[in-house]
């Protein structure tokens, strides 16, 4: 099945990744892992990274589900 | 309870008072205000810093201070929270981020208003992007914890 | 440094901004600002309280929170310190005290001004006593600690 | 040797013993127990009664001197 999913990405690694959104239509996507990997097939993920689902946070090998907003993002700084 | 991203300039005396006043039915009721309030410093890392930049995730990051506050309502029992933070662009000496916990006891508000910084401060998506007097910009890598200070 | 014994209404709000205009030096400097105001409550024990008379020992009040204030500038490094204390005749949801205390982290801010609160509470010459609504009067007999409330 | 010594009350011990104050002069006065007992010879020091000396808390064994100011008071209620 494919599924869309909608690829967020904040501060340092926005500026690495060159983009600050992907809107994926792809199937086989199974964790947040793969969609890091589908959406940045020559770029490995870098360590320390953060990522959330629908704005929550969540493990690498957390399942996506089609409509999910998955987003990566370096450790927090606010405060 | 009150959380706001501010994008514009923030008066914490201007913002306590107004939300006090605003949320009559506390008062007579709490015995204890316990704040704190985080300022630009023109200083980081042995650096003078002349700016700084602040990101943030939009929707998260008010789902996240909202969670955070709820669990410092499971762990004490607070009568009113106030918590606002900058985003934008930000001048050394301006307020970052105030942190306001109502309740009867002191020993509550210490303990809820610092749970509330240090879970911002590790789970809320914001991010410091600072301008040196050098002109060089760069990312806040890591914030520091707030229990144990060098 | 600021103590002040005040004898008429204490806006905590404006003492504060007052306060950190007037200490120049500390602009960009401090990173962290944490405050505790102790409010008036409209009961205690169970009763219901209209009002309260602080009685002080004039000149011993001022002596020993200059020593705990000199102590929490020996136990952590800070920039600057404000407290004031309301006397007299106080009504409930009035402010009663106020700590703030300056540093360039905030670790050092929350553990200084509860010290110094804690320190406050069992040491300077204050006592309350309540005018309840029955009309009896009550001198209040001891002070919680802070750091273990019920 | 004759002292001279201010004795001052507070809140509810200045309302048992009736007075805010006592201006003491008198000879062999060594400890602070020594000015409540001559200030106050019918009462006894009530417990959980603090004494200063100059405004400095002390023990009741603590030695006075000529000029001193003595205060004793209940435990201490604000902030």
Known sequence: MTMSIKVRYFASLKESVGRSEDDLEFAGLSTVSDVWHCANPKQALPDNVLAAVNMDYVELSHKVNDGDEVAFFPPVTGG | ?150
């Open chain 2, 1 to 150: 309870m009150a959380i706001k991203v501010c994008p514009a300039a923030l008066d914490p005396w201007h913002e306590l008072q107004a939300y006090q006043n605003s949320a009559k039915d506390m008062a007579g009721k709490f015995g204890a205000t316990s704040i704190f309030i985080g300022t630009m410093r023109d200083f980081n890392e042995g650096d003078d810093v002349k700016g700084m930049t602040l990101e943030h995730y939009p929707g998260m990051t008010e789902k996240q201070l909202e969670k955070i506050v709820a669990e410092a309502q499971q762990l004490w029992p607070v009568l009113d929270v106030l918590v606002v933070h900058r985003v934008g662009n930000i001048l050394p000496n301006e307020p970052i981020v105030l942190v306001a916990v109502w309740t009867s006891h002191r020993g509550d508000a210490f303990d809820a208003s610092r749970y509330i910084m240090e879970a911002l401060k590790s789970k809320a998506p914001f991010w410091k992007k600072e301008l040196l007097k050098s002109q060089d910009e760069r990312w806040v890598v890591k914030n520091t914890d707030g229990y144990k200070q060098l």
